[in-house]
């Protein structure tokens, strides 16, 4: 894993040097392709149960060359890099399909009150821990991280990739409106603080909700994230309200926004009719599911929609539902009592299925879903 930042460093060095002059320098050739050999190590490849024997693994660019238990020449091979891996394992990098790097640190008074700067600082640290435990990648459901990408991107701190959603788009009282009624009425041409931060983004019609979501893919969002249903910790919506109207979903997932910059929606829904009302209306991908039904199960196979869900277990042996108050405690129950369900119904109708942890602040501070 510290062979990507020092890659990422040497790459680096390497464009500086054909561009000694950035306002009068020509062309330079491309910088040559970087190498890592890997030396003895066994692999974990996802698929056997067992390890390989000592095995030494180059690799050219972004992509595994060879892999072989005998020594690998490179002889032909420029600007490599070796690293003895001393017997140790070697896996693929693990993926999180449902994270949020701004929102795994601070506890929900510090994400919504706190200096955005100071926040930035928090999600690169907690960018670099997650590098370091094994995920490469992760698609960021919900958060301003395009910052955060930015830098990963041009080597400024070590990270995993990111896919960002950015703001999760929401309705007034839907999941996601962490508002305090102080900020309302809400007023036109005016932003509450959390979507000043780019958190999330309230949209109530379907003018609104092409608006939103063209200014998320502006910004680079490679998915769109909505919220149609309730959710664990939302303060105002019921868990199993449904949100947005089907005109206002149809705008979104349509051609005339996601679709047409040829990307997908993604839709935070546990329930069978907020599953259902957005696969009519063309969402590519359900996160969490844990309520659906067989009819719902049955539905999701027939059209090859994905689920993105998660194993939700009890926390309040670790004080997380201790912090919840009395109605967002049962909406908590509920769900972990299908997360059973969920994957019962997932390898009984063979759905498309992706890894995910929605964690959610620090421990002891409960969890917002």
């Known amino acids: 894993m510290w062979s990507r930042v020092h890659l990422a460093a040497l790459t680096a060095l390497l464009a500086a040097s054909y561009l000694p002059d950035r306002v009068e320098a020509e062309p330079g050739p491309p910088a040559p392709q970087s190498s890592v050999l890997i030396q003895d190590v066994r692999i974990f490849d996802g698929k056997n149960g067992s390890l390989s024997g000592p095995s030494n693994v180059l690799v050219r660019g972004n992509k595994i060359d060879k892999i072989s238990t005998g020594p690998i020449s490179i002889d032909d091979v420029a600007n490599v890099t070796t690293i003895d891996g001393r017997g140790l394992t070697l896996m693929p990098g693990l993926i999180d399909v449902h994270w949020h790097a701004m929102l795994v640190r601070p506890n929900p008074v510090e994400a ?118 309730g959710g664990v910790a939302s303060p105002f919506s019921p868990l199993d309200v449904v949100t947005f109207t089907e005109p206002e979903l149809r705008a979104l997932h349509g051609v005339e926004a996601a679709e047409n910059w040829g990307t997908y929606v993604a839709a935070h829904a546990y329930t069978p009719v907020s599953i259902q009302r957005s696969i009519a209306a063309g969402v590519k991908c359900i996160e969490h599911g844990h309520l659906m039904d067989e009819e719902t199960a049955k539905l999701m196979a027939e059209k090859g929609i994905w689920l993105s869900t998660q194993p939700f277990l009890d926390e309040e042996g670790e004080g997380g539902a201790q912090q919840l108050g009395a109605s967002e405690q049962a909406k908590m129950k ?35 879903r």
């Not at 950015?166 to 009624?181: C, K």
């Not at 007023?187 to 379907?206: F, K, N, W």
């Not at 109708?349 to 602040?361: E, M, N, P, R």
């Open 334 to 368: 509920q769900v972990i009592e299908g997360t059973d369900n969920v994957y019962r119904l997932a390898k009984k109708y063979h759905l498309k299925t992706a890894f995910g942890t929605d964690i959610l602040f620090p421990a002891r501070s409960g969890a917002a």
């Open 112 to 229: 919504l009150a706190s200096d955005i700067g100071y926040l930035n600082l928090l999600a690169g640290a907690e960018a670099t821990a997650t590098l370091m435990r094994g995920f490469t990648t992760i698609r960021d459901m919900g958060g301003p991280v395009f910052g955060l990408k930015r830098a990963i991107d041009e080597g400024l701190l070590p990270g995993p990739r990111i896919y960002p959603s950015g703001a999760v788009i929401t309705i007034t009282g839907g999941h996601g409106d962490f508002r305090s009624l102080s900020e309302l009425p809400r007023r036109p041409g005016t932003l509450s603080r959390v979507e000043q931060m780019g958190a999330a983004i309230i949209a109530d019609s379907p003018d609104e909700v092409r608006m939103r979501t063209r200014e998320q893919l502006m910004q680079g969002a490679s998915q769109i994230k909505l919220t149609a249903g």
